[in-house]
């Protein structure tokens, strides 16, 4: 079955590598098909940024997603921008830290949307010491609540995916972020 | 043996470079091609290969033509405004009969445009870009494991037919991921044709498939390359006529006489359709998603994947749309490779056109609704 996912926030946070692991991590290491794709704009930091996975059984044709079944968002705007797009009954999943759900709760309660909230940024400072880790904890979260990917897998691909001598605190990362989520 | 990877269309490319035999890359980083540049700045010497990155693109063209005479396989990477830039070069190359791969990234144009977004608005450039007659070579990838094995092909074509070739990918091409699997049986390398050396040697001789082997300098060839009209020597003769129109019509020829070797389509549902989707690049991948979700709702519609935009497919073509009605090209541009479909076709099929630009791939509903309209007609 075909799942979409999108993740936004502004650049530099991390939004497409997180879409890379959760692509990489469905389709190398739990043999499914993905595809993974991305738009954001020539600066190099505080653009908006998103990044989109499609995971599915069989091939994928449609690279694109078009309603998202999850939606994360990492910064308010980003949150306003993009949540009209979700599929009714779809899951939203928000950083309180970086944005304000209440701002969007008409719509979550007129199309019966799922909403988590998981303190990415601060678990990142608070449990691992390092803000730039809130994109992994993110994926932790994303892992638990999607179901679409295993959690083996998404380990391997972080390990896969970081930069070398950084593994250790990324997996504490994710751990942490799987464990937000009950 | 077979590996599987999870990158990009643009490593892709670059992967498929190397192992196509490509040992040289001049080029200068543009938005959304940079990734070609990037991997091989950073593969190439690995396998005993240089990467310049040169002061601009015009450079750059100069760069590779040298490295290929050099006997080097020869590869730049670039986007639209590059593209610009490189022309009077590629027809340098052309009428040198220089075999090197120019990977163009399209995003939105003219101009700089849109460096982040995706296009396909350069290939009518890519097919009359430089001055005068010529034919070129130019592929489309939709996947990318279609990007590493057309970028080996591309060498391949460029080798075997002595020319430049062109890889006409787009942003979404380039910049998407997902799961490549190279299989080392599936690649096959033409290597180049060196010449016997002999006194009576010809390096642009009129031989009967158009192609002439190509030496090497330091392997002991004496070579005059020039871009003004050369005879078989390469030596200049501006003023014959025949001279001219002999080396020209050569050049021409040795690529529209081989079409049936070097265009290749896709295709499936022709046989029964009604109306035909045609299109190449990453919009292809919204027509299949298309096409497959209204034939099972009993709507006879086929599609036709273009592989090698030029030289333009014609035979295939016409034939796989001999029983339609409708003709629907779709392409992100406000119309190019649609004329070339429409003068084709016209005597055949009433054809239209749907195009998008601003970035964005069509959706597959967007293309459902073209098939109905045009179906409602």
Not at chain 1, 142 to 163: F, G, H, L, N, R
Not at chain 2, 68 to 77: D, F, L, Q, V
Not at chain 2, 254 to 272: A, G
Request: with cysteine; hydrophobic share 40%.
């Amino acid at each position: 079955m075909r799942t979409e996912i999108r993740i936004c926030g502004f650049g530099g946070q991390g939004i497409i590598l997180a879409g890379i692991i959760l692509g990489k991590a469905a389709s190398l290491f739990d043999g499914n098909e993905a595809v993974q794709t991305q738009s954001y704009g020539p600066e190099a930091r505080g653009g908006a940024s998103k990044c989109e996975v499609v995971i599915d059984n069989k091939l994928i044709e449609y690279p694109k997603v078009q309603n998202p079944d999850i939606l994360i968002a990492m910064s308010n705007e980003a949150l306003l921008k993009y949540i009209d797009d979700l599929k009714d009954e779809g899951t939203l999943i928000v950083d309180p830290g970086t944005t304000d759900v209440d701002e969007v709760r008409d719509f979550i309660d007129e199309h019966n949307i799922k909403v988590y909230e998981a303190p990415a940024t601060q678990t990142a400072m608070e449990d691992i010491g390092l803000k730039i880790v809130a994109n992994i904890v993110m994926v932790g979260a994303i892992t638990k609540i999607s179901k679409v990917i295993s959690k083996e897998a998404v380990i391997k691909a972080v390990e896969d995916s970081v930069p070398k001598g950084t593994e250790e605190k990324n997996i504490a990362a994710f751990e942490a972020g799987y464990a937000l989520i009950e | 043996m077979t590996e599987e990877y999870f990158i990009q269309g643009n490593e892709a490319c670059a992967k498929g470079a190397i192992a196509a035999g490509c040992r040289f890359f001049a080029g200068y980083p543009i938005t959304p091609s940079t990734e070609i540049a990037e991997t091989l700045a950073h593969d190439l010497p690995k396998v005993g290969g240089s990467f310049v990155q040169m002061e601009d693109e015009i450079a750059s063209m100069g760069a590779i033509i040298g490295a290929s005479w050099g006997g080097t396989k020869s590869m730049t990477a670039t986007s639209g405004p590059g593209l610009s830039l490189m022309q009077e070069n590629i027809g340098y190359a052309f009428l040198t009969e220089t075999p090197l791969v120019i990977c163009d990234v399209q995003r939105g144009s003219p101009s700089t445009a849109q460096p982040t977004m995706g296009a396909q608005g350069d290939m009518m450039q890519a097919r009359w870009g430089s001055h005068g007659d010529y034919e070129p070579i130019a592929l489309s990838p939709a996947s990318v494991e279609e990007f590493f094995y057309f970028t080996i092909r591309a060498f391949n074509l460029a080798e075997e037919y002595r020319v430049p070739v062109f890889l006409m990918a787009d942003e979404t091409m380039g910049h998407m991921r997902e799961k490549m699997i190279i299989d080392e049986e599936k690649i096959n390398i033409v290597p180049r044709k060196m010449p016997e050396l002999t006194d009576d040697y010809l390096p642009f001789e009129h031989v009967e498939n158009g192609t002439t082997p190509m030496p090497a300098f330091g392997e002991g060839f004496k070579v005059h390359i020039t871009g003004l009209t050369h005879d078989e020597r390469g030596y200049p003769d501006t003023n014959t006529p025949e001279t001219h129109s002999r080396l020209v019509k050569r050049l021409c020829g040795k690529i529209l006489n081989n079409r049936d070797k070097i265009s290749s389509v896709f295709s499936q549902f022709c046989d029964d359709a009604d109306t035909v989707v045609i299109s190449y690049g990453s919009p292809i991948r919204a027509v299949i998603e298309a096409v497959l979700k209204i034939r099972k709702e009993g709507k006879k519609v086929g599609y036709i994947k273009i592989d090698t935009p030029w030289p333009f497919p014609e035979e295939q073509v016409l034939e796989l749309t001999q029983g339609a009605k409708n003709v629907i090209v779709v392409e992100m541009n406000l119309g190019q490779m649609y004329w070339e479909i429409e003068r084709l076709l016209k005597e055949q099929n009433n054809v239209h056109f749907m195009g998008k630009i601003g970035g964005l791939l069509p959706t597959p509903d967007e293309i459902i609704s073209k098939i109905n309209e045009v179906e409602g007609k």
